[in-house]
């Protein structure tokens, strides 16, 4: 049951897909609203947990913390961070009572939950014009659900784009492409797709392609395409203001940039130097940058991410200026320690800086409306804009999208990878708990940098990431300029592990794709903690490091540097597999209770539940090349199970179709039977 | 069995305190020397451990990452850091053969242990001029003692430094503190002293006192003693450059600072502005500089803690001026983003460069010596020069003295902290690790700082941080300015909670005392890994969260959020003590093997070994109040135990007397006596 209030005079988010009548704001239930709506609070009991807030630092119990919705293109995820790089403002209490909130507000949103005091929950919006949904339900599981079918159904890619991604800021050019295809193919590493980050563009302009390095880009493409790799470009926010340079032209020619106060294009720097921000909020400027993908799709390209969609702001002119004339008037009068520190500060504070986002405007329903009252609502639209191009430009045909910056109603246009981490145990850690909150809120298409993005990463660290990986919708490995160079290939004796992890991922094709077009076609979650599927189990719910994926397995991924084991619980028995490659593994049946499990450097730790049914293929060195005529069936069953398999051309949206359903049915004597199949199928 | 080999021609870092004969230098067991002795490598088998370098980043076991002896004011301790603030070159390599190696190099040295190639250690020494200590044993603990032996007893503090220190960057004046104690007295928390951190001085200038805030500092010190508060004033490694200032004035005219490459004093910028680095690596600037002290200790002060001594440079105005240079170009030519990062990155690298670690120097035995090849040197003599000093001016009385940098051989003259840490879970964990490294090494004084330094702490933060912290040597909550204000009084309901924690330290002060003092008499461990007990335990081989406090404790500290309790191996059976307070606990016996053991907010896990005696008292609100007359005993014995306690007067180094030492018996009957001790022991 949704209900829905309105406070002062919002601004329409799109986030919300389904119409319910507001009803006159009210404190409901424990939730005491100040006067004019910009504090929400609740009391918080010694048993609640907190779900929700999606892409954030720490727990999945979010309390403890203060968080803060405004989308920061931050690099440094430390515990202390309130903001990432995007804006989920849903979460569940869940204790005694069990309620939802959706704040559906396009500015800052801060959640203070239980950090100033630990009994309390204070949810301050600055700008109190909002929509807000209260959500109430029998179950964490049930609020999800509402929720989800309030904001639409989550985004669809590509088949293929579950496969590996290989990406690193960045390949240069076409041979270092071939010569990485080349390594992958002959260490039999399964891989699927290359990132091309931002060095493919010709001086960083969205939409072109360095020609030197690229001489024939789709000749390139489909070059890629018959080795079975799909090229996957960046594109940037900010349009690079160069005279003739042809979306600059059009953009400032057709008014489709962010505007500054005098109504001028606001410039500000980002990589390619002084760019403009296409309006994306504005429906027109929508079409208009969202066709320029054409280009690209024309060329053969079928994938792309989004990135800096913050917008990241490096500096702007004005503020530039501003600097300097202060370090000038530091200069002349001699620096002590107070005026030093505010010159490093001065410095320090030039990017992302909330004056920018207070100084330039966007064009809703011709009505100007300053950015920083509109801020996490960016990237969101840019995402929009070229998914609502891809409906025109390809029409029944899945694109790959992901994207850096998000709101909720972006997880109908695309998926997110949660940003530039860092290669630290600690980052494997927070991405395991990220994956259940983003799930919540809608992005089902989502993953981490495997191995970690900024910093040097280390052999194992690699591999425990890679084990994790293997679990995420979005598996790809991507590094940044300047650090260890984190290719499969590049560490030495390992390379035949990773590829033996990587291609239990191909192995599980069948039952993660499933299990995500399940979640997706049914407004339901692929990553669940234990707490949402064991309630009632009071150690069930404090468990933060072991995961549901889809309905039959759970996962215990080891996020400790030298560990040769973990400690799990099991809130049921469950048959545990010990993976290290697809035809090496033991198994184990395990009551249930607490256990500690062994697992090597080299080992996947898989439980199945019971009477669950886990449906695989034999692997294969990329998506397309998967037999499913030939399957495999993972079982913990005494007395039979049945599982809803769900497969399809993993490239049209014919979701609906009655032969993308199977029934799996293992009877009693063991056999195995597929309706609706003609394949071979065997347990193992 | 040590060896040593000298590379070189090693300046004397007064590391070691034994003669022993020097060996050519050959390639040793498995250990293969470069030519010139720039690299150690090793093999690293499956089953190695790596245990040492002190303070350090990562786990217990050093694998898997690569490590810089570089002592560096670096306020952000995350993983991809490869130097904090100590250099503490001696590692032990155990799996089939054990050996330690001890590089007494007063330069940068690196250590790859694992992490290039999973299977290889590098130790590299850039300016190969040192001794290498190569020292076999039977064991860890084995090699541990030899290496103590051959640097020295480690520094032991007056008795009251083991209570409960509260701190603050920082207390500002009388009144302040007078508050401060009057609510801990109020709440009933326990405390010994308080810390003054730099604005204690007059504009920074050690050896002074801000009159203003402090009118009647001597007075003050009193009437605190009089409360039982003890004041422990910082001492910073930079003499600020002011006429008439009288530290200055000789410094200069005597000669004691470091000079550049004119022979002109060295300037470079820290707190008080421009100031000077007394040439501590000079015996008779130690001297010089170690006199100082005698001011504070007049006035009644006991106890210092010593900082910025890697030295910490904020700059330099040689560097300064070139920066500004540059930026003069920089605002000339219109930056483009090549430009505005080498502009940012300028600005950031004004701090700590090695630029200016590499233009001052040392004058050793009347040799000039440049600083950066004895960098770490540096706050291992400053904290030499206080401790010689106080053998001088207070011979025979304990002064409290920790530093934030140091070398080894620094242990034989103060303690250290941890420095400047976050108010983040991780670091706790971090904390955790960090404190048997230390001890390996010779710093049993030690402490992180409890709550967090950086960053805003939380009220269960700091509940279980202090669960932890009342086990360390050094018990100290401090926190920086602009953070949240983290007094244990500062979190509404959570007072009478804290109050009970800190009051259990008090409780095991006997017990916590009398092991420090075995562990710094018997060169020995206060904190040990479990490893380090249990070697031929291949699962207690690779725990990294719990520890060995003195000979009869284990401790299992919560360091998660929001968790309410956590596992626990056993290497052998235990008695479980969950302890809310001194008075309210239950009693567990717990096989050996692993358990889950629950443990809330409030709720301290202490594991008493067989056949093992833990002495306690029934607590006080200082040390000088806790009666050793009334003592209570801790036991899980069933054929009756022996416990060897230590106890003295706590002020004076009279540790040899007989008297100190009583023997603890509990007979099979379960009688206890205590030799030499005419008081009353129960068992609890």
């Known amino acids: 049951m949704i209900r829905k209030f309105v406070f002062g005079t919002p601004i329409n988010t799109d986030a919300t897909v389904l119409h319910i ?52 293109d931050d690099p440094l995820h430390t515990e202390g961070k309130h903001s990432l790089y995007g804006a989920h403002n ?15 507000a396009p500015g800052k949103v801060c959640f203070d939950i239980g950090y100033t005091e630990h009994e309390k929950m204070l949810i301050t919006i600055p700008e109190p014009d909002y929509v807000l949904y209260y959500i109430a339900g029998a179950s964490v599981t049930e609020i999800v659900r509402e929720f989800r079918k309030l904001t639409g159904r989550s985004y669809i890619p590509p088949k293929w784009a579950f496969g590996f991604g290989q990406s690193r800021w960045s390949y240069m050019n076409e041979e270092e492409i071939r010569e990485l295809v080349r390594e992958y193919r002959d260490n039999g590493i399964p891989l699927d797709s290359i990132y091309l980050d931002i060095d493919y563009m010709d001086h960083y302009k969205d939409f072109t392609v360095n020609e030197e390095a690229f001489p024939d880009f789709p000749g390139f493409i489909k070059e890629m395409q018959n080795e079975r790799i799909h090229l996957v470009p960046i594109i940037d926010a900010g349009v690079k203001q160069e005279a003739g340079y042809s979306v600059y032209e059009e953009g400032t020619a057709e008014n489709c940039f962010c505007k500054d106060s005098d109504g001028k294009d606001f410039v500000a720097a980002v990589w390619p130097g002084k760019a403009l921000f296409p309006d994306v909020l504005n429906p027109k400027v929508r079409v208009w940058f969202g066709n320029h993908y054409k280009e690209l799709i024309d060329a053969g390209i079928e994938g792309f991410w989004n990135d800096m969609n913050e917008p990241a702001i490096f500096y702007s002119e004005k503020r530039l200026r501003k600097v300097f004339g202060q370090i000038e008037a530091y200069k002349g009068k001699n620096l002590d320690i107070k005026s030093f520190f505010e010159f490093k500060d001065l410095v320090g504070s030039l990017d992302n800086n909330p004056e920018d986002y207070a100084s330039f405007y966007h064009d809703m329903d011709g009505k100007k409306v300053r950015h920083d009252r509109v801020h996490n609502l ?65 992005f089902l298409f989502c993953g981490s940098d495997i191995g970690g993005f900024g910093d040097d990463t280390t052999p194992d660290l690699m591999m425990r990431w890679l084990e994790f990986g293997i679990f995420t919708p979005l598996m790809r490995s991507h590094s940044a300029q300047g650090t260890r160079l984190q290719e499969l290939t590049r560490f030495g004796n390992f390379t035949q592990d990773y590829a033996r992890i990587v291609s239990l991922r191909y192995m599980l094709m069948p039952y993660i794709y499933s299990e995500y077009m399940k979640a997706a076609l049914k407004d339901a979650m692929y990553i669940r903690p234990l707490s949402f599927e064991y309630p009632r189990d009071e150690r069930a719910r404090t468990v933060e490091d072991q995961l549901l994926v889809g309905e039959s397995i759970m996962i215990a991924p080891v996020y400790q540097q030298n560990a040769l084991g973990r400690y799990v619980y099991l ?47 034999r692997g294969a060195k990329s998506v397309s090349q998967i037999n499913t005529n030939q399957l495999y069936l993972m079982d913990y069953s005494e007395n039979g199970a049945k ?15 009655p032969q993308n359903w199977h029934t799996v049915c293992l009877d009693e004597k063991g056999t195995v039977s597929i309706g609706n199949y003609e394949g071979m199928v065997n347990r193992i």
Not at 379 to 397: I, Q, S, V, W, Y
Request: proline share 3%; glycine share 10%.
């Open 571 to 617: 809130p049921e028995k469950m048959k545990l597999y010990r993976f290290r490659s697809e035809c090496d593994y033991d198994i184990e049946v395990l009551q249930a209770g607490d256990h500690y499990v062994k697992a090597d450097l080299c080992e996947v730790l898989l439980f199945v539940r019971p009477d669950k049914l886990v449906i695989l293929s």
């Open 21 to 72: 009548p507001a009803e006159d704001p009210q404190d409901i239930g424990e939730v005491i609203l100040s006067g004019d709506g910009s504090e929400l609070s609740c009391k918080l009991e010694e048993q609640d947990i907190v779900y929700g807030l999606g892409e954030q630092v720490r727990g999945i119990n979010k309390r403890g913390w203060s968080y803060a919705s405004n989308c920061a």
């Open 378 to 442: 960016f990237g969101f639209n840019m995402t929009r804009a070229a998914g609502e191009a891809f409906d025109r430009l390809a029409p029944g045909k899945r694109i790959l999208m992901f994207s850096r910056s998000s709101y909720i109603g972006m997880h109908r246009y695309g998926g997110i990878w949660t940003g530039d981490n860092r290669a630290w145990w600690s980052h494997l850690e927070l991405s395991i708990k990220q994956m259940p909150s983003l799930n919540m809120c809608g």
């Open 643 to 657: 599982y809803d398999w769900y497969d399809d051309d993993g490239v049209s949206k014919t979701y609906a179709l």
């Open 90 to 104: 849903f979460l569940i209490i869940d204790g005694r009572r069990c309620f939802g909130l959706f704040i559906d």
